[in-house]
């Protein structure tokens, strides 16, 4: 068996994960801290959503090592897609956490009680609130350099943990100087709907991943345009397809060139096209089936 040593980006992004399940761990310690110490609903709220996180990262850095690993007899295509499935269990995580979120809101709502200690709580909300701001840049960072679907998505849901999360510090300090003892439940609440609707963007864009998208509109008109400009001696390129698998993207297409070409010429022009086409698009893996001209469509892409 060939060990397997992954690239340098790919290194890069599952020390990432690596890293979020050790900020994860970290943010959730802090704010329970800041519950224990408050008994604040919407502050154990906010450590809820932090159990998601830990869950999350633990999965996501399981399948960006899956995702890593080359293709294979079983998976000629690669691991790729392992990341699809862990965003969608983040998303369906964050569901949970808002329902259990929606029972404790509810139960402080009919019996509703004074923040503890409310200074020293914050101070520690806002703390991991801040840790979780710096680390979702990183991930940001890293998840769309290496086009890792796990990794941006753990970043949008810590986005959406901070500004939470800020919410939250800012309504039980309110509760705190004024005595309004409903803001608390109801901080609780809108945390939950909040976490509700980014758990169920999470899963939709996932879903696209898992079904084969084809790439946006942008950037298929950009390979449209590499393949006309890189196909001289061709006829046309018809029957273009492209989807995404994390960090991949596949395309393929026919490639019509005249009848009399030979086999030598039209594989020179494939290798340009493909040449052209990766130094346009990271991590593109290219298929290309020539025809003769008696199989032109005249349609798709005209290079002649």
């Known amino acids: 068996m060939v060990p397997h040593f992954p690239s340098a980006p790919v290194k890069r992004t599952v020390q990432m994960a690596v890293g979020s399940v050790v900020v994860a761990c970290a943010v959730l310690g802090l704010k329970l801290a ?57 998303g369906a995580l964050i569901v949970l956490a808002a329902v259990a979120i929606l029972h404790q809101a509810w139960g402080a709502y009919l019996l509703p009680r004074t923040p503890d200690q409310p200074v020293a709580g914050l101070l520690i909300s806002a703390a991991a609130t801040a840790l979780n701001g710096t680390w979702a840049a990183a991930l940001f960072r890293q998840g769309r350099r290496a086009k890792s679907p796990a990794l941006v998505a753990a970043a949008h849901h810590l986005v959406s943990d901070v500004v939470t999360s800020g919410g939250v510090v800012i309504g039980v300090g309110l509760v705190a100087l004024t005595g309004i003892l409903w803001l608390d439940p109801l901080l609780a609440a809108l945390t939950a709907l909040n976490i509700l609707w980014s758990g ?48 991949l993207t596949f395309i393929e297409f026919h490639l019509v060139v005249p009848g009399a070409m030979t086999v030598e010429v039209a594989h020179e022009i494939c290798d340009r096209i493909e040449a052209a086409l990766k130094a346009e698009v990271e991590g593109a893996s290219i298929s290309i089936h020539v025809e003769p001209d008696g199989k032109a469509k005249h349609r798709g892409v005209l290079v002649l």
């Not at 298929?220 to 273009?240: K, M, P, Q, W």
């Open 34 to 90: 800041a519950w224990w110490l408050t008994g604040s609903v919407a502050l154990l709220a906010d450590a809820l959503e932090s159990v998601v996180n830990v869950a999350a990262a633990i999965a996501a850095l399981i399948a960006v090592h899956y995702s890593s690993l080359p293709a294979d007899a079983n998976h000629p295509y690669g691991h790729t897609k392992a990341e699809y499935f862990s965003a969608v269990l983040e």
């Open 200 to 247: 169920s963007r999470l899963v939709r864009e996932s879903v696209g991943g898992l079904m084969d998208e084809a790439v946006e509109p942008g950037l298929l008109a950009r390979i449209r345009t590499v393949v006309s400009d890189n196909g001289d001696g061709a006829i046309e390129a018809h029957d273009l397809r492209t989807r995404h698998a994390g960090r």
